[in-house]
C-alpha cells in the first residue's frame, strides 16, 4: 500500500484483493452444506474470478507500457458481462449447464458442467494470462538483472495459480473435483513477499528506457567491452537505417564505417566531441565510458545528436551574408556577376539541384521594363552568349506581382510559351523553370527535370530573393546618401568660394576713390 503511487501498483494490490476473494469464497463454497448455499458462494467466488486475470493484464501494461495501460477501459467488458451469466445462470443456464454435490472425502464438493459462456471465459482467461506475461517477458530484454529478477518473481507468483487451475479444468488433479487454485495462491503470496522486500518490486520499474531512451531525439547506443551493440535506441536506429535485430549483437564498426577514425581521435588527439558523417545526418558524438565494479571500462555509451540542420543554418547565413556583401562592392552591373557566383555557390551548398541559374535584372529604359540576364550552367560557367537584354512581358508580370512563378513540367503545361526557346537556347530540354521577383529583377532556375523545385525549395529561393531586394535597396539607400554628402561637400565648397569672393569684392569696395591715380601719377603734384 506504501508503493500505491508506483507505477502498476494500485492493479497489482485489485488483482491481490480480486484473489483473497476467490479464495475466501471459495472456502465458505466448501463449508455450507446445501446446494444453494454452495450456488450462492460460487457466485461470490466470480468477482474474483473475473477481476484476476484483467487486473493481471492492467498491471503488465503499467508495469511495462504506462502510457498505454489508462486507453485500455474495455477491458471490463468482459468480466461484467460475466457476472451477469453467472448470476443470471438460474434463468438461463448459459453458464453452467448442470451443479451438484458430490462426496469429497469428508465434505462435499459442488461439481458444475461447464456451458458455451463457461469455456469462453477460459480462453479469454488464459489468452489474458499469456499477453501479460508476453509484455513482461519482452520488458526486460537487455535490461539490468534486478529488473530480470523482478520479472522472474511475478511471473513465478502468476503462473503457481494458473497451472493449478490448469490441472482442475483439465481432470488431471491429484484431488479430483477440488480447485487447486485458491491454494496456489499461498505461493502467490510468497513471491509478493519476496519481490517486495528483496527485489525492489514497484520500486525498480522498467519503463525507464521505454519512455526516455527511445524517445529521446539524439540517438544512443550502449556497447560492451568488445564494442558490440546492446541496446540502441530509435533515432540512433534512424541514423543507421537498421532495424534493431540487424543491430544487437553487431560490432558498432560494422554499423558505423567511420567508427575507428572516431575512436582514435578521441583516445590519441583527445578531440572531446568528434564529428560523424552518415548519408543524411551529420552526428556529434559524445562517448563515457560505463565502469563497474572491477577495473576498467565495462563499455560504453555513444551518444550522437544531429547537428546537420545547425550545419545548413549555418551554411545558409554564410551566403546570404556574402550575397550581401557582393551587392554592397558593386561598382558597376557587370559586377552582378560576383553575385551569382555567390548565389550559385551556396544552392550547390544547399545541395538545391538546377542545369541553371541566373539573375534577371531590371533596367528601365525608355519608360519601357528591360531586363537584362546573367546565367551560369551547372559547372559555374558564364552564358554569355544568352545575355542578350530586352522586354519581356511575362518578366515583368512576375515581377509586379511580387510572387514566384513556378512552371513545374513545360512538357505538360506552357503557358508562356517558353519550351522551343529554351530548348534552343540553352542546347537541351528543359522541363521546370521557377521565376523569383526581387526588388531590382527576378531570380531565375531551371532543371532538365519535371517538378524539379519543391516547395521548401521554393521557400529557400524566396529568402535568397529577400537578401537580394534588402542588399540592392541598402545599396541605393548608402549610394544615395553618399551622392547627397558629396553634393553637401560641394554645395559648402562653392558657398565658402562665394563668400571668399565677396569679401574680396567688399575690400575693394572699401578703398579711397582716388588712390589708385595717386599710384600712378606720384609726381604730378609738384608738376
Known sequence: ?????????????????????????YALEMAAPELADKLLWARFQYIGIVSVPTLWLVFCLAYTRPLLSA??????????????LVWTDGIHHLYWRETIIIDGGGFDLLVVFPGLFYYGHVAYAYGVLLIGSVLLLRSVRRKPRECRQQVGVLLAGCLAPWIGNALYMSGLSPFPHLDLTPFAFILTGLAGVVGLTRRGLLDLVPVARDLLIEQLSYGIIVLDARQRIVDINQAARKMLGKGEEQCIGRRIEEMLPGWSKLIADHIERGVVEPVLEMPGYICQVSLLSIRGEGAGPHGLLVMLRDIGDRRRQEAEQAGLQRIRDEIWQMEHTDDISRVLMSI????????????????????????????????????????DEMREGGASQSLSATWRSGVPSYRPDLRVDDPLEEREE?????????????????????????????????????????????????????????????????????????????????????AEAARPAGGDDEERDPGGKAG
Open 1 to 25: 500500500w506504501l508503493r500505491r503511487e508506483k507505477a502498476g501498483a494500485r492493479s497489482l494490490i485489485g488483482a491481490i484483493l480480486s484473489a483473497a476473494v476467490w479464495s475466501g469464497a
Open 344 to 383: 550559385f555557390e551556396m544552392l550547390q551548398g544547399l545541395e538545391i539541384f538546377f542545369d541553371h541559374c541566373g539573375i534577371n535584372l531590371l533596367r528601365q529604359r525608355d519608360d519601357e521594363e528591360w531586363f537584362l540576364p546573367y546565367s551560369l550552367d551547372t559547372s559555374g560557367h558564364d552564358l
Open 71 to 84: 486507453r485500455f477501459w474495455w477491458l471490463v467488458v468482459e468480466p461484467v458481462v460475466v457476472l451477469a
Open 422 to 506: 529554351m530548348r534552343v537556347g540553352y542546347g537541351a530540354e528543359i522541363r521546370s523553370v521557377i521565376d523569383v521577383p526581387f526588388s531590382h529583377g527576378t531570380l531565375a532556375l531551371n532543371s532538365e527535370l519535371p517538378n524539379a523545385f519543391p516547395p521548401e525549395v521554393i521557400e529557400q529561393l524566396q529568402q535568397i530573393a529577400g537578401v537580394l531586394s534588402e542588399a540592392f535597396r541598402r545599396r541605393e539607400d548608402i549610394r544615395t546618401r553618399e551622392q547627397y554628402l558629396r553634393d553637401l561637400e560641394q554645395e559648402v565648397v562653392e558657398r565658402r568660394r562665394t563668400e571668399e569672393e565677396l569679401r574680396q569684392a567688399r
